[in-house]
């Protein structure tokens, strides 16, 4: 996936907030919806994004879909930004 998709999917605080919940560990679609107050229907398009950015993975077990965090692109991201900043020692 590509740095402006990335970005893009990193500018939604609805979907940094589903990102920061995901650190602890994968978590249901109904149990991220369950902490908002927006509409399923919403919560569900925030993680078509996030995935479609490939911020999260999706895994199917019987009717429930669990989510979490794909830590490489974000890793990836931060060391974008980082070499952006000069920090990485080739000033």
Known sequence: MGLQQTLKALADPVRREILDML?????SAGDITEKFT????AISR?????????????????????YEINVSVLEETMLWLTNLKGENGND
């Open 46 to 66: 925030h993680l078509s994004v996030l995935k479609d950015a490939d911020l999260i993975r999706d895994t199917r077990e019987g009717k429930f879909i669990f």
């Open 38 to 41: 927006i509409t399923g229907a």
């Open 23 to 27: 650190r602890g560990g994968r978590m």
